[in-house]
Nanobody
């Protein structure tokens, strides 16, 4: 079945960088729109960045200019490059994949999440 596995999280100092990876298996990766969400303690899960099958991207205002989402279809992997990290970026980051098939039915898959902690 479809599986999404995040990696790359960890502890980083403010101003530092991390690159998250999400590897997909059991699906036709290139057909899915992919996204990164995050959830901080006591807050709702929010969309951080998304990328369509065609490579169009969208970012939350809070991360524009600092984060970059990309995908490598040959490796079935989506990335989130995070630069100039701030304490408020601390959260569990989740990979998401979405596909609407020819019948109009949407399939959504989630990874287990990876912790990103930005602290001195």
């Amino acid at each position: 079945q479809v599986r999404l596995a995040e990696s790359g999280g960890g502890l980083v100092q403010p101003g530092g960088s991390l690159r998250l990876s999400c590897a997909a298996s059991g699906t036709i990766f290139s057909m899915y729109a992919m996204g990164w969400y995050r959830q901080a303690p006591g807050k709702q899960r929010e969309l951080v960045a998304a990328i369509t099958r065609g490579g169009s991207t969208n970012y939350a205002d809070s991360v524009k200019g600092r984060f970059t989402i990309s995908r490598d279809n040959a490796k079935n992997t989506v990335y989130l490059q995070m630069n100039s990290l701030k304490a408020e970026d601390t959260a569990v980051y989740y990979c998401n994949g979405a596909l609407r098939d020819h019948r109009g039915v949407e399939y959504v898959h989630w990874g287990q999440g990876t912790q990103v902690t930005v602290s001195s």
